[in-house]
């Protein structure tokens, strides 16, 4: 078994999660990290919570982001506001030593103003539910010309709930070279079709 050091990862994301006590890679981390941090790739990946999976995601996508950088440029789309709070609050924790990183849970439910100055301070990740994106979007209120990377987190839960439109539209407004993570318990036909 390889350690995350081994796997790549950077002395200031190794130091954050050795405070939260993760010793070894789990094994959905040790597959997915080196491919993430390696070549840009698009990538499925069939995995249930309590897998790891915000860290496989999560600790390749803060690596590789431009810390000049003050526009988004990593999305990642979950079904709830639960799961939302629960990855921002991950990726903050992971990027406690990295300068400047800014990331930023949006979600419905809760009055919009105060996500709407909060991007406008600046963040380089967002953390969203797709109808909360939608309206930001529709407000002008965020940009994603400048996002090269796109997770897709419980997929099938997001179709489960409604959200095929509101991900194709969301999608539809990002550059086409972004790549896209795509995380799902299950490969429901519309999930292999959004990945086609
Ligand atoms: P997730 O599937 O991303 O919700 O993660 C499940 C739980 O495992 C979370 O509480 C993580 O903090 C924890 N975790 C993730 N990776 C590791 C690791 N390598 N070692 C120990 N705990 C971990």
Request: hydrophobic fraction near 45%.
């Amino acid at each position: 078994m390889k350690t995350f050091e081994e796997l790549g990862i950077a002395a200031p994301l190794l130091k954050a999660i050795a405070e939260l006590g993760y010793e070894q890679p789990m094994p959905v981390q040790e597959e997915v990290i080196p491919y993430l941090l390696g070549e840009d790739i698009d990538l499925i990946a069939l995995a249930q919570t309590g897998t790891g999976k915000t860290a496989a995601f999560g600790l390749p996508l803060l690596q590789k982001l431009n810390p000049e950088g003050g526009m988004p440029q990593a999305l990642v789309l979950c079904p709830t506001r639960e799961l939302c709070l629960q990855i921002a609050d991950d990726l903050n924790s992971y990027s406690k030593y990295m300068n400047d990183v800014h990331v930023l849970p949006v979600y419905g439910g809760t009055p919009i103003d105060a996500q709407i100055r909060a991007l406008r301070r600046g963040v380089q990740v967002v953390v969203a539910t797709p109808g909360r994106l939608l309206d930001l979007m529709g407000r002008n209120a965020v940009s994603l010309s400048g996002v090269h990377t796109v997770v897709l987190d419980e997929a099938d839960e997001m179709l489960n709930m409604g959200f095929a439109e509101a991900l194709e539209e969301i999608l539809a407004g990002i550059p086409s070279e972004r790549h896209l993570l795509l995380f799902s318990a299950t490969m429901p036909r519309e999930i292999s079709k959004i990945a086609a």
